[in-house]
């Protein structure tokens, strides 16, 4: 048995028993793939994977069990290199956040400016997607630590933690009839075709929620991933934008308008998340501590034990 055995067999789950894309994520040849597999079931004496022919279809039932020990196996080994480059280089790494567009436009810039001034030798990035991508970046140990409005909290391999609360906001062009519309209501909303975030993205499901639970059926004209091409089209004319009140910018949207309506849609919450049973750096602690201050670090050291013994 060998730690590329173990590799293998988690990559194969990661993408869906396709040995072909399992060869090109760990740069070897399929043939050399499908040999590890055999050894590892002759060795242990199992059969890990159900087959049809050559092809692989899922998991057999202690198939299952192992790869939870594999996974184990594989992030305990990740963290015996963390610990040893803590305790040999303690201001230097590379540090991985993924993010959504929202989040790295808007609400992160300060705190990356203070972590650069407090870490200048930490290589950082920030890896932007969807929600369910950065719920998946982090799981799979691709980032050290994930920021969203959707999904974290869903994932039983993470543990999240609350960053801030915010609402939706409308935005306009100037001119606009809403500007002197009074008290907004859905109903009001409702008359003008309406420009805002994709499905899954943003909190989109609390606008969709709001409107259902009134019976209204909004015309959305126009959705995406991110509040400026939102702000974008709304300054064309094409519709009233929903974003998040984050993303307005009263000095660069100028030419746009923000009415705050907290009374039409729920509050959204969004949350930090990094991986259970992951061994941090002490400067992904002090990130985490400045994103989310009133958690504390005995907390978020609780939150990261595995569940149930690590299953």
């Known amino acids: 048995?060998?730690?590329?055995?173990?590799?293998?067999?988690?990559?194969?789950?990661?993408?869906?028993?396709?040995?072909?894309?399992?060869?090109?994520?760990?740069?070897?040849?399929?043939?050399?793939?499908?040999?590890?597999?055999?050894?590892?079931?002759?060795e242990l004496g199992i059969e890990i994977f159900i087959r049809r022919g050559?092809?692989?279809?899922?998991?057999?039932?202690?198939?299952?069990?192992?790869?939870?020990?594999?996974?184990?196996?594989?992030?305990?080994?990740?963290?015996?290199?963390?610990?040893?480059?803590?305790?040999?280089?303690?201001?230097?790494?590379?540090?991985?956040?993924?993010?959504?567009?929202?989040?790295?436009r808007y609400a992160l810039p300060t705190i990356i400016k203070w972590f650069k001034a407090d870490y200048p030798k930490v290589h950082l990035t920030l890896l932007q997607g969807s929600p369910n991508e950065i719920a998946d970046l982090v799981v799979s140990g691709q980032a050290d630590v994930g920021i969203a409005t959707e999904s974290l909290n869903k994932v039983p391999e993470l543990a999240s933690f609350p960053y801030y609360s915010w609402h939706h906001a409308i935005?306009?062009?100037?001119?606009?009839?809403?500007?002197?519309?009074?008290?907004?209501?859905?109903?009001?909303?409702?008359?003008?075709?309406?420009?805002?975030?994709?499905?899954?993205?943003?909190?989109?499901?609390?606008?969709?929620?709001?409107?259902?639970?009134?019976?209204?059926?909004p015309d959305i004209v126009l959705s995406a991933i991110d509040a400026d091409v939102i702000k974008t089209y709304v300054n064309l004319g094409l519709g009233v934008g929903v974003v998040a009140s984050v993303a307005y910018d009263a000095e660069q949207d100028r030419n746009l308008h923000l009415i705050p309506v907290p009374h039409l849609f729920p509050e959204n919450t969004t949350r930090l998340a990094v991986r259970r049973g992951t061994y941090l750096r002490s400067y992904a602690h002090a990130f985490i501590e400045k994103v989310c201050p009133d958690i504390g670090d005995e907390v978020i050291k609780a939150a990261l034990k595995p569940q149930n013994g690590g299953d």
């Open 54 to 104: 050559k092809r692989l279809l899922g998991l057999t039932e202690p198939g299952k069990e192992l790869v939870q020990v594999v996974e184990r196996i594989l992030l305990d080994t990740q963290n015996l290199r963390r610990i040893a480059d803590q305790f040999a280089s303690r201001e230097t790494g590379h540090f991985v956040i993924a993010t959504t567009h929202t989040q790295a």
């Open 1 to 42: 048995m060998n730690f590329q055995q173990l590799r293998i067999i988690r990559e194969t789950v990661r993408q869906d028993f396709n040995l072909t894309e399992v060869a090109s994520a760990l740069y070897t040849s399929q043939p050399g793939v499908s040999k590890h597999i055999k050894d590892l079931e002759d």
């Open 171 to 217: 935005i306009v062009p100037d001119g606009h009839p809403l500007l002197a519309a009074g008290e907004i209501t859905l109903e009001i909303l409702s008359e003008y075709p309406i420009i805002t975030y994709h499905e899954g993205f943003t909190g989109r499901a609390h606008v969709d929620k709001a409107f259902a639970d009134a019976g209204i059926v």
